[in-house]
């Protein structure tokens, strides 16, 4: 089955900074590739998503990037905010296996002042 | 919409006790699933459905059963509870249409903790 890498698990970055998060997964047949921000306590939400056919994608000070070739795809907050400081998870889908997510582990973002 | 909606919201079982974990969503989803959240790690997939009474197993089914009888509702059930199904437990629902992907939403979560 699909397994999802990712790194670093802990990351610190001062406000304003940028910061990167890795992905790496191991079936190339995954077409779907979203990424969840989870507060403490709180539920998984979506915040940006990939799919396949597509290198990059851009929604404000978030970006993902698709490197199908490596099968790796990355997280890039720019202009870091302290309300950015969360747990973000990586997941790959494959199409028509029931849109089920394989998650990465998680890195833990804090955005100190 | 409530959306996704989980009940209980925390438990404390017992070693052999059963309990089931209720979900339910108001979007007309067709795909559900259960994950589990152990401390510091990623969501780990139980068991999902894509339709009512249709269900299959994911990556760790073992000790927890499910069932489908409605779009809406999608009961976790635990039996014989042990000290390694302490996790929290989150319900989730899309909606395919084709072959596209859509968004996992996602419920509160319930907190097991099984002594």
């Known amino acids: 089955g699909e397994n999802v890498e990712q790194h670093p698990s802990t990351l610190s970055v001062q406000e304003g900074d940028s910061a990167v998060i890795k992905c790496t997964y191991s079936?190339?047949?995954?077409?779907?590739f979203p990424w969840y921000k989870q507060e403490l306590g709180k539920r998984p939400q979506l915040i940006i998503d990939?799919?396949?056919?597509?290198g990059e994608k851009k929604d404000q000070r978030i970006a993902v990037t698709l490197n199908k070739t490596a099968k790796h795809f990355s997280l890039h907050i720019t202009e870091t905010q302290p309300e950015d400081s969360a747990v973000y998870f990586c997941?790959?889908?494959?199409?028509?296996?029931?849109?089920?997510?394989?998650f990465g582990t998680g890195t833990r973002l804090q955005v100190t002042l | 919409n409530a959306g996704v909606t989980q009940t209980p919201k925390f438990r404390i079982l017992k070693i052999g006790q059963s309990m089931t974990l209720q979900c339910a969503q108001d979007?007309?989803?067709?795909?559900m699933y259960w994950y589990r959240q152990d401390p510091g790690m990623g969501l780990k997939l139980i068991y999902y459905s894509v339709g009512a009474g249709i269900t299959d197993k994911g990556e760790v089914p073992n000790g927890y059963n499910v069932s489908r009888s409605t779009t809406e509702d999608f009961p976790l059930r635990l039996e014989l509870a042990a000290p390694s199904q302490t996790s929290v437990y989150f319900c989730?629902?899309?909606?395919?249409?084709?072959?596209?992907?859509?968004?996992?939403?996602f419920g509160p979560g319930t907190r097991l903790t099984v002594l």
């Open positions: 079936d190339s047949a995954s077409n779907y």
């Open positions: 979007m007309n989803h067709n795909y």
């Open positions: 989730a629902s899309s909606y395919p249409t084709g072959l596209s992907y859509n968004e996992q939403f």
């Open positions: 990939i799919r396949s056919n597509v």
């Open positions: 997941a790959a889908s494959v199409r028509g296996t029931a849109s089920k997510l394989t």
